[in-house]
């Protein structure tokens, strides 16, 4: 099916530890987000990318880690898992231009523990 | 930079009353103004969006929100809620020609019966 998919959808860590979320986009879309919702702070950009091996620092990128290899996929690592970084991600996709909106994923809810 | 401010972290109504969700954003030239919602465990979804034209845009789900370039604002009204509108909302904006939305700390709208 069409649309963006974010894997897992819940995820239990321990501190310390390397997890990776997933998202996947099926649009072609150039653009792609990372977001982390927090109460009290609404959507933070974490990182972003604007092509194929093209990613920028957004709002809060320390202790993240993006990559890019297919227009397709972008996915997040947290290197070294902290109790802060517990927070719902959320996966945004994008034409070119901010005209069209962004396309967001049902998320990933990331508890560590 | 780009800023936007809902003005109300919350907002609470009664079943079939109308409600008015404010957003404010830092002038600009021309901007392109977005709703999104986010019901309870989901991601963000275009609710409605302003480009150019006409200063009133509408939903399909009855809401509608008007463009005010002198006040830099476009408020989110619907005149009758139901309890399937509770929800999150949240207000973007983008400078137009740019490519990143810059989203506002969102509003709860809570529908009492």
């Known amino acids: 099916d069409a649309g963006i998919t974010q894997s897992p959808r819940y995820k239990i860590t321990e501190t310390g530890r390397q997890v990776t979320l997933m998202c996947h986009q099926t649009?072609?879309?150039?653009?792609m987000f990372w977001y982390r919702q927090d109460l009290g702070h609404g959507l933070r950009l974490i990182y972003y990318?604007?092509?194929?091996?093209?990613?920028d620092k957004g709002e809060v990128p320390d202790g993240y880690v993006v990559s890019r290899s297919k227009t397709e996929n972008f996915p997040l690592t947290l290197e070294s898992a902290t109790r802060s970084q517990t927070s719902v991600y959320f996966c945004?996709?994008?034409?070119?231009?901010?005209?069209?909106?962004?396309?967001f994923g049902s998320g990933t809810r990331l508890t560590v523990v | 930079a780009q800023s936007v401010t809902q003005l109300d972290s919350q907002v609470p109504v009664f079943e079939e009353a109308p409600v008015e969700l404010r957003c404010n954003y830092s002038?600009?030239?021309?901007?392109?103004l977005f709703w999104y919602v986010q019901y309870p465990n989901q991601g963000l979804q275009l609710l409605l969006k302003y480009l150019s034209g006409s200063t009133l845009v509408e939903s399909i789900n009855g809401f509608e929100a008007e463009f005010n370039k002198s006040q830099t604002s476009f408020h989110l009204r619907k005149p009758s809620v139901h309890i399937s509108d509770t929800a999150e909302y949240f207000c973007?904006?983008?400078?137009?020609?740019?490519?990143?939305?810059?989203f506002g700390q969102g509003t709860r709208l809570t529908i009492n019966p």
């Open positions: 002038s600009s030239v021309s901007v392109y």
């Open positions: 649009w072609s879309h150039s653009y």
């Open positions: 945004a996709s994008s034409d070119k231009h901010a005209r069209y909106g962004y396309t």
């Open positions: 990318s604007a092509a194929a091996d093209i990613t």
């Open positions: 973007a904006v983008s400078d137009e020609g740019a490519q990143k939305l810059v």
